[in-house]
């Protein structure tokens, strides 16, 4: 009885050693057909994925010296019009696409797309280093004093009281960033709802499509508020990172709570694909066969994001190979 019960525990181990050798033996594949590829490969989209689309392609031009990729970020409603008018290849994407957005690349011809989960990241709401007056908001407090209710106020006494009697100065993104959708997703969206107002910001804060813009704007001023993605302000100066409560205490945004979704400002990043593309060309399917490689754990962890699980990275790499549509 004990000797079957041996050979039972050695299975796992066995199963596990060959997944990771066909693992190995996969990636060098992608790597030997992607070294005789030549073409372009164009990727437009958000500025806060486009640092992991970026890394990527660096690593991939390591394998394949002879494709060329361009990366750029204006944001993601702008990357989608982009994607939809047939000018780009792939779009970087900081939120999914809207069912619009959807219906003006349908409508254009563009039907064949392919939605990719890459990452994890969180919306860090941030002050002045200097302020000491402030350590955490709730979402009724950032909605009283960045949602369209907060209009005019001029301090953070008078958008929301209980807050200090200081001037208020209010940097983040603008209309056309997935970061700003997010965080009225997240944040506004259901206050707005209660309160029977458009789910939307305030008009009169500074609103900027380069997150370090939007940084400079919060070092500049002692009272400041504002928010861009985690891997961004994690790592910035003169800036303080606020925690955040959406119902259930005041947490810290640190990788481990973003990760698990204790952050309550957390998201996913994606990217879109133009499958019809990627079949006529080469170089696209090589970089995204490389892109859901082990290089897309690398790229992230690199540029400072939260990489997926393993399992999601799996059906990552499952939805690319199969080619998964969206509808």
């Given at each position: 009885m004990r000797k079957p019960r041996r050979r039972l525990l050695w299975l796992p181990?066995?199963?596990?050693?060959?997944?990771?050798?066909?693992?190995?033996?996969g990636g060098d594949e992608v790597e030997e057909e992607a070294s005789a590829v030549s073409g372009e490969?164009?990727?437009?989209?958000?500025?806060?994925?486009?640092?992991?689309?970026?890394?990527?392609?660096?690593l991939f031009e390591d394998v394949a010296p002879d494709v060329s990729v361009t990366v750029d970020g204006p944001g993601t409603g702008d990357g989608f019009k982009l994607f939809c008018e047939g000018a780009t290849d792939i779009s970087d994407a900081s939120r999914q696409i809207k069912d619009a957005?959807?219906?003006?690349?349908?409508?254009?011809?563009?039907t064949d797309?392919?939605?990719?989960?890459?990452?994890?990241?969180?919306?860090?709401?941030?002050?002045?280093?200097?302020?000491?007056?402030?350590?955490c908001l709730s979402f009724h407090q950032l909605f009283d004093l960045i949602g369209p209710n907060g209009e005019g106020t001029s301090t953070w006494a008078e958008a929301?009281?209980?807050?200090?009697?200081?001037?208020?100065?209010?940097?983040?993104?603008?209309?056309?960033?997935?970061?700003?959708?997010?965080?009225?997703?997240?944040?506004?969206?259901?206050?707005a709802e209660e309160a029977g107002v458009e789910a939307t910001t305030r008009t009169d804060y500074s609103p900027s499509g380069d997150d370090n813009v939007i940084l400079q704007g919060i070092q500049s001023s002692g009272t400041s508020l504002g928010w861009v993605g985690f891997a961004f302000a994690v790592n910035a100066s003169g800036v303080k990172l606020l925690e955040v409560d959406g119902g259930n205490g005041c947490v810290e945004p640190t990788e481990a709570a973003i990760a698990s979704n204790e952050y309550p400002v957390s998201r996913d990043l994606w990217i879109y694909v133009n499958a019809d593309k990627a079949a006529a060309n080469p170089a696209i399917t090589a970089y995204l066969d490389f892109y859901v490689s082990d290089a897309l754990t690398q790229a992230?962890?690199?540029?400072?994001?939260?990489?997926?699980?393993?399992?999601?990275?799996?059906?990552?790499?499952?939805?690319?190979?199969?080619?998964?549509?969206?509808?």
């Open positions: 181990v066995i199963l596990v050693t060959l997944s990771l050798m066909a693992a190995a033996c490969v164009s990727i437009s989209g958000s500025s806060t994925v486009e640092p992991i689309s970026i890394r990527v392609a660096e957005e959807k219906e003006d690349c349908f409508e254009a011809g563009i797309i392919v939605e990719l989960k890459v990452a994890v990241d969180g919306i860090a709401l941030m002050t002045n280093a200097s302020n000491d007056a402030v350590e929301s009281a209980g807050l200090p009697d200081a001037p208020l100065d209010i940097f983040g993104p603008g209309e056309e960033s997935g970061t700003f959708d997010s965080f009225v997703e997240i944040v506004l969206e259901d206050q992230v962890n690199e540029v400072g994001y939260i990489p997926l699980t393993d399992a999601a990275h799996t059906e990552t790499a499952d939805r690319w190979h199969n080619r998964t549509l969206i509808s």
